[in-house]
């Protein structure tokens, strides 16, 4: 009797760690809206930049209207290649879109105040 919960366990693990592995291999997908997450993401740490302090409205301006240049240039890729994006196109993407996190970080922690 107690083998066979053994051997029901191992059997269990098995299956588990072998879809496990599957599912490691399988390629991460790009999905359609992550672009738009990303973006609004940024635009929820922009906003709480200008609600607390951390960002004046001229360093707001400048890091939303990157944001918007980079959803323009996703929108016309896609229209370009029929909705799709090649894998060139989201790596590019995908770096002005690491650029610009990186520059709201800079631009939040940067010690300036608000005109008040």
């Known amino acids: 009797m107690f083998t066979k919960h053994i051997l029901a366990a191992a059997a269990t693990l098995l299956f588990a760690g072998a879809a496990y592995a599957q ?9 359609r809206g992550e672009v738009n997450r990303r973006i609004e993401n940024q635009k929820d ?8 302090g951390q960002l004046t409205k001229r360093e707001a301006a400048r890091v939303e209207r990157h944001d918007k240049k980079i959803h323009a240039q996703e929108k016309k890729d896609r229209q370009e290649n029929g909705g799709n994006l090649t894998n ?19 631009e939040r922690h940067n010690n300036r105040k608000p005109n008040a």
């Open 23 to 31: 599912e490691l291999a399988t390629p991460p997908e790009h999905p």
């Open 45 to 52: 740490r922009i906003e709480a930049g200008l609600a607390d």
């Open 88 to 106: 060139k196109e989201k790596r590019q993407l995908n770096r002005e879109l690491n650029r610009n996190s990186r520059e709201i970080h800079r």
